[in-house]
């Protein structure tokens, strides 16, 4: 895949995926692994993708008052260092392209989960006590296989806040883009330990033609794109996206 190519396609990751309140970062890993970029780099790159996505959402949601910090803290604060150990934690280049390409059919399958009305939680309202304890539970694992593939897990905490009717639509907007931020910032952290500092500055080197990309489509997905299509059009959209890099990258 030519640098034009790529970059066109992160511009659509970004734009699709923060127009739903997520980063992308599994996708731009898939997309970067697909065109032959050394696997201990290419999560570096993702994590800091991912960032640049996430950060104004995450603002965005907190100035106007929608983040429910108790809920979105508690989620957050324990999946983090479960994400730390994920970027600490060697893999092999064959484990982490089948680990990848799986959790991208995976977060593509969650995201063609139906999101009915009835099924939405009133915004505001306070989660049923076998919803928080069940989301307390699967932080942790979402947190560590955020951190190992280099992405922030926002992908797959949002379809199971949804489920389980843990808070309205746009509150649980607002915690996944917070939970990606910190996670991709944790998952980063470990991924430089484990592979040395230099690889920041490689990153930043190869990634930031990527970066600028992500910006402008994340800013576009953000502010454009919820007005000019249906949200569920742009969730299937994103789905299939992502189910079909990740069945590319197993296959």
Request: charged letters at 10%; glycine letters at 14%.
């Amino acid at each position: 895949m030519g640098l034009a190519a790529l970059l066109a396609a992160f511009c659509v990751t970004a734009l699709l995926y923060a127009s739903v309140g997520f980063g992308g970062g599994s996708t731009y890993s898939a997309l970067l692994a697909l065109s032959g970029m050394d696997y201990r780099l290419l999560p570096v790159v993702s994590l800091l993708c991912n960032l640049v996505v996430v950060s104004g959402g995450t603002l965005r949601f907190a100035r106007a008052g929608i983040t429910p910090w108790r809920g979105a803290l508690g989620l957050t604060a324990i999946a983090a260092p479960a994400a730390l150990l994920g970027g600490l934690t060697p893999i092999r280049e064959q484990a982490f392209m089948a680990l990848l390409g799986a959790s991208l059919c995976l977060a593509g399958a969650l995201l063609l989960l139906p999101q009915t009305n009835a099924r939405a939680a009133p915004e505001g309202e306070p989660a049923p006590r076998h919803a928080k304890r069940a989301m307390l539970l699967a932080a942790a694992p979402l947190g560590y296989l955020a951190g190992l593939v280099g992405i922030g897990g926002g992908i797959f905490l949002a379809p199971l806040l949804h489920l389980v009717r843990w808070n309205g639509p746009r509150a649980i907007a607002a915690t996944a883009s917070l939970f990606i931020l910190v996670n991709s910032l944790f998952g980063l952290v470990g991924q430089l330990t484990k592979n040395g500092a230099d690889m920041l500055g490689a990153a930043a080197g190869t990634g930031l033609p990527l970066m600028i990309a992500v910006v402008i489509g994340g800013q576009i997905g953000s502010l454009f794109a919820v007005r000019l299509f249906k949200p569920q059009l742009i969730r299937w959209l994103t789905a299939a996206l992502t189910i079909v890099v990740g069945v590319r990258l197993l296959f």
